[in-house]
C-alpha cells in the first residue's frame, strides 16, 4: 500500500511519470502471446508433441473410418505392413543402400574437387574471375534438366546418377565455399602477417582453420539437396534405388509402398543432416563458446 | 649497442594517397608526416577520427603502403608486415579456434621455436597480463578487455622491435579502459619497448605516454609534439593532478580545433 501511495506522489510531481503509472493499471497480456517471447520449454515441447498427434490422428480418422479410398491414402497399418513386406520379400535394404551409395559417391567427388576450387576462388582474385562466370551461370541451370542429356552421353547405368548428383552439388559447393572463405575477417590475414606468417603461410595456419566451420555447414546444406536430386534422377530411368521402387508402385497402384517409400529418404536426409550437425558441434567447439 | 641519436624507428616524408575511383574521389590521407620514434619511447598519437592516423600506423606496420616516403627500422628500410614490428588491433583480432595459450604461441611457431620453450614463454605472457587460470579458453569465452590483453600477449610473446597499438581500447567500457591502460603502462615499465600508440582519446594520450603527437584532420600532418614530463611509475590517480591537467588543457585545445575543422568539412 505504501508503496503504490509513494509512486502516486511521484506521478503528481512529475507529470511524464503519469505514463508509466497508466501502462501499470493496463491488463496483464498472456504471455505465450507475445511477439517474439520465449515461452517455458515444457510448454514448447507438448505442443510440438501435439502438433504430430494431431497429424496422425487426422490422418487415422479419415482411412480408418473409409473415408477416404485406400487407394488415394492408406491407413497407417497398411504403410507400416508394406514397410515390413519391402524388407523381408523384396530386399528394399538393397535399394536403400543403392541410393545411399549414388548420393555419396557423387558428393564424394564433387567435395573432393569442389572444396579445393572453392578454397582457391575465396583466397585468390585471379582464380575466381577466371572461374566465377563459368559456375555462376551453370549454378542456375537445374540439375534434373540435365538428366536427358547425360542419359544420351553415358546411358541409365551408375554412372549417370552419380553424374548428376555431382552437376546437382558441385557448382553451388564451390561458390558457397568461396563466400565462407572470402569472409574470413581481414584482421586475422594482418594480425598473422604482423606475427611473421607468410603469404602463403595464412592460406592454412588462417584462411582454413577459420572457414572449415562455415564450409562444413554449407556441405551440410548442400547434401540435403543431394537426396532430393538421386530421387529425380532414379525416377526417370533406374531399375533400383529408393526412387524407382516409387515409380513401379505407382504402375502397381501400391499407395502405401509410395509413402513408405517417401518416408525413407525422408528419414535418410533427416538422419545424415543430424550426424553433421553434431560432428559439426563436436568438431569446432571454439565457434559455439558462450 | 643502440645509440640514443640513433632511432628505433624513423619515419620520413611520408605521404599516403588512396585512389580515386568512379564513386570516390582521390583522398590524402596522410601529407608528408616525419617522426624518429626513439628507444623506449613510448608514443602515442592523438588525433581526430579520420585524420589518417591509423594508416601510418600501418604503414609502418607495413599492412598498408605508402605512396611515397620510407620508414625505416633500426636504420633498414621496411617493406610489408613482418614479425620485428608488432601489432595490436582495434578489437577481434585473436584467432578463434585458438585457445589463449595457443594464440599467444602463433608467432613464436611461425619463428620455429620448440614447443616446451613456447610453452614457458606463453606461460610468462599469460601471467604478465594476468589471465593465469584462463590458458585453455577460447576467445569467444572472454570478455572484450581479456581478449585485447591476450592480443597484446600475442604481440609482446613474439618480442618485437616496436609493439604498434591500433586504438585497442577503444571498444572497451570506460572502467576496463583505465585498467588496461595502467597494465600496459606496467608492461611498459617493466620491459621497455618502443610503442607507438594510436588514440582518440585526450587522457590516454597522456597517461601512457612519453611524448604526445598531435596530427591535424585530413590531410593527417602533424600538428604538434609535446614531451610528456610525468614521473614514472605513474599512478592512476596522476590524472587528477595539476600537470596532468595542464596537458589535458593544453591537448584538448589543439585537438579541437582540428575537431571542430573535421566538422565543417563533413558539412
Redesign the interface.
Known sequence: MEKVAKKQGIAEQAPLLQLQSQQNGTPKRRKWLQPQENIPYHLYLWISVSSIVILFAIWSLLTYSGIVDPLFLPTPTEIIQSGITLFTEFGFINDIAITIYRVFAGFLIAVVIGLPLGILMGTFKVVEAFFEPIISSIRYMPASAFIPLFILWIGVGEMEKITIIFVGTFFSLVLMTAVEVSNVRRELLEAAYTLGTSTFGVLRSVILPAAIPGIMETIRLILGWAWSYIIVAELVASASGIGSLILESQRMLKTSNIIFGILTIGALGLLSDLILKVAIRKMFPWNYGR | MMSMSNPKVRIDNVVKVFSGSRKHAQVLAVDHVSLDIMTNEFITILGPSGCGKSTLLRIV???EEQSSGHVYLDGQEVH????N???V?QA???????TVEENIQ??LK??GVIAARRKEIAKEYVELVRLTGFEKH????LSGGMQQRV?IA??LA?DPEIL?LDEPFGALDNQTRTLMQELLLEIWEKSNKTILFITHDVEESIFLANRVIVMTSRPGRIKADIPIELEHPRPYNIKTTPRFLEYKEQLTELIREESLKAMQEAK
Do not use: I, V
Request: glycine share 12%; net charge positive; hydrophobic share 40%.
Open positions: 606496420a607495413g599492412l610489408g608486415p613482418s614479425s614490428r608488432g601489432m588491433f577481434y583480432s585473436l584467432f578463434p579456434w585458438l602463433f608467432g611461425n619463428k577460447y576467445p569467444k569465452q592480443a600475442r604481440a613474439n604498434l
